[in-house]
């Protein structure tokens, strides 16, 4: 980010007059105003009013960790030019006590707190996983006149001890922009927005897009979606993904029953450039009524769909858990000193469990693929630490050796669900499963009552059956890997092989090709094996790729080449135009894709036919 010039210390000082007519008068409630009109070097103005302060000294804090992202990320960092003042105007003196917290003497007097922020999309170097990057749906974006992901988090603080007062937030905006979120905005005007929640943890949970209205919304057994979508060239709409999101919804409220009640869902998809200032972390993250996602929007929509369909799914069965049933540590969040729960193999592992059997259970996916898909859970499993405990794992994964465990929360996370899974369907010959068992803990617990993550596993145990809670002790507390053949043995369901198309370009994380960075180039790689695709081309390490099928590729738009050779058919007629030894030439054939045997599994026990298909349908 670029420094603060003096000339733009003088403008905050004159903004700050501006905003600051909403005092507080004494009513006890944050009230905040987010100036997104009078950006000022990529930079956008707070002015936070506190409620009466009573100590001579207040901290307010921006969070070091939010509920859902198992990081530490440090949102106060992106803060600057801090300042508090009294009711005349005059200055207070203000002591930066860390990267997320602010001491403010003489607090009696506090009348406005006014602060800088920028965004994290612009800091992004990699993924957002196992670097210091904030992961893209959790962070913030400042583009003037065209974008605002306002993660309420990265923009808005707390005074300590006064989390459980409400907040009244109003953002001044352009009116060609328009804030998509599931909170209810109670101003009529066009450039100005009111929200209030009843605490700070509930503004956290409420992220807001603004962008040009590209929205659309449809109702799904009794509950309202609104699709909004940002897409930076108008590649994609709203209108053009929402008969699949429909599709899936619809499923998935069918598939949760009665375990559900919610009245609205918000999904908010940033679809980001590739640029290197804008967003490289995709996917999504949770909240208990809306999701944010962030994509390429090179991708072909049918891959688009695809991940939308993954990603929102999962989000969207948080709901059940950690959003419904949760632990303590969740429910009294500390968000500058978390304290994490045992339990991530039941947040994230039966979540993603669930978004994909509701899969099979409703008929989007059919058997061979649901377990493909549970085969290669178990495989990316085994490249993790299989003999780590997950509950200590869980505990802590903000730190090292447990925070590079992490991603098995999704991969053997989603297979301790599906064991779990299946023991119940065993033993009630049918009738119950994990579903079953996740709406018995909302009914015991819920959204205001949470648990000791102690007490979990005893609880599950009194719900469902012994054999339950043997495996959690065994191979959830424990360190002893799972034996999956034993748990799919049972649903009549063995180990198979299947022949299936890889990616072209890629061998696992393998590439076959490389990019010179200060041309640009695409090149054939000449220090591997190649694959059917280059060998039926006749393809030769050295080769550079300068267009396919008339479209010219480099570096620029290289997510486009991987994004579109996985719509690639078999024996579909294809033209490269490549420069070999310093003369272009033009190569004619068909597309022959890299065909690779991998494990699977399939139903081979014809007596547990009933039992399958009650895992897999009931």
């Avoid at 008068?25 to 009013?49: A, F, H, P, Q, S």
């Avoid at 007097?109 to 965004?119: Q, R």
Wanted: proline fraction near 5%; include cysteine; charge should be negative.
């Amino acid at each position: 980010m670029k420094k603060i010039l003096y000339t733009l210390a003088l403008a905050v000082t004159f903004w700050s007059c501006k905003t600051g007519s909403s005092a507080a008068g004494g009513k006890n409630v944050v009230e905040v105003n987010i100036n997104l009109t009078d950006v000022k070097d990529d930079k956008v103005l707070v002015t936070v009013t506190p409620p009466p302060i009573k100590t001579d000294e207040v901290v307010y804090s921006i969070p070091k960790t939010v509920p859902g992202t198992y990081s530490t990320d440090n949102y106060g960092k992106y803060s600057e030019d801090f300042r508090a003042f009294d009711a005349k105007g005059n200055p207070l003196t203000v002591k930066r006590l860390d990267d997320n917290s602010w001491s403010i003497s003489n607090a009696k007097a506090l009348h406005k707190i006014t602060y800088l922020v920028n965004d994290t999309f612009d800091t992004e170097k990699g993924t957002g996983f196992g670097n210091d990057d904030v992961f893209s749906p959790a962070g913030t974006n400042i583009k003037a006149g065209e974008n605002f992901m306002v993660n309420t988090h990265g923009f808005v603080g707390y005074f300590k001890d006064k989390l459980e007062i409400p907040y009244k937030v109003t953002i001044t905006h352009p009116e060609t922009l328009w804030g998509a979120t599931s909170m209810t905005d109670q101003d009529a005007s066009k450039t100005s927005d009111v929200f209030t929640t009843p605490r700070y943890a509930v503004l956290v949970e409420n992220p807001i897009m603004y962008s040009k209205p590209d929205y659309t919304t449809f109702n799904v057994n009794g509950m309202d979606i609104l699709i909004a979508v940002y897409s930076p060239t108008g590649k994609f709409t709203a209108e053009s993904i929402t008969p699949e999101m429909k599709t899936m919804m619809t499923a998935q409220k069918n598939f949760l029953g009665k375990v559900n009640s919610n009245k609205k869902y918000t999904v908010l998809l940033y679809l980001s450039s590739m640029a290197k200032d804008d967003a490289h972390g995709f996917g999504a993250l949770e909240h208990p009524t809306a999701t944010t996602v962030v994509l390429p929007e090179s991708m072909p929509k049918e891959k688009l769909v695809e991940s939308m369909k993954d990603v929102v799914s999962h989000e969207f069965f948080h709901i059940v858990t950690p959003l419904t049933v949760h632990s303590k540590e969740i429910q009294y969040f500390d968000y500058n000193a978390p304290q994490m729960s045992e339990h991530l193999w039941m947040y994230e592992g039966v979540t993603e469990y669930f978004a994909n059997l509701f899969q099979i259970n409703q008929g989007l996916i059919d058997e061979a693929e649901f377990y493909t898909r549970i085969a290669d859970k178990i495989e990316q499993s085994k490249r993790l630490d299989d003999t780590m405990s997950f509950t200590v794992m869980s505990k802590n994964v903000l730190e090292q050796p447990y925070k590079d465990q992490y991603l098995n929360v999704y991969q053997k996370g989603a297979l301790i669900g599906m064991c779990i899974d299946i023991i119940i369907r065993e033993k009630s010959n049918g009738e119950r499963g994990i579903l079953d068992l996740m709406h018995k803990l909302s009914m015991e617990y819920g959204v205001e009552k949470p648990f000791n993550d102690e007490d979990l596993f005893a609880k599950i145990t009194q719900l469902t059956y012994p054999e339950v809670g043997d495996f959690l002790n065994k191979y959830v507390k424990g360190t002893t890997p799972i034996p999956y053949d034993f748990y799919l043995a049972k649903v009549g369901v063995t180990k198979a092989t299947e022949k299936k198309a890889g990616a072209i370009f890629l061998k696992g994380q393998t590439p076959y090709i490389k990019i010179d960075k200060q041309t640009k180039e695409i090149a054939v790689r000449a220090d591997i094996e190649p694959n059917n695709f280059f060998k039926n081309l006749n393809l030769k390490g050295g080769d550079i790729i300068l267009a396919i099928n008339n479209k010219a590729y480099s570096l620029d738009n290289i997510y486009d080449l991987i994004g579109e050779s996985e719509n690639w058919k078999e024996n579909d007629p294809i033209t490269l135009k490549v420069k070999r030894g310093g003369k272009e030439e033009t190569i004619k054939g068909t597309v022959k894709l890299p065909y690779e045997e991998s494990e699977t599994f399939k139903a081979t026990d014809a007596s547990k036919e009933k039992l399958k298909n009650a895992w897999l349908k009931g």
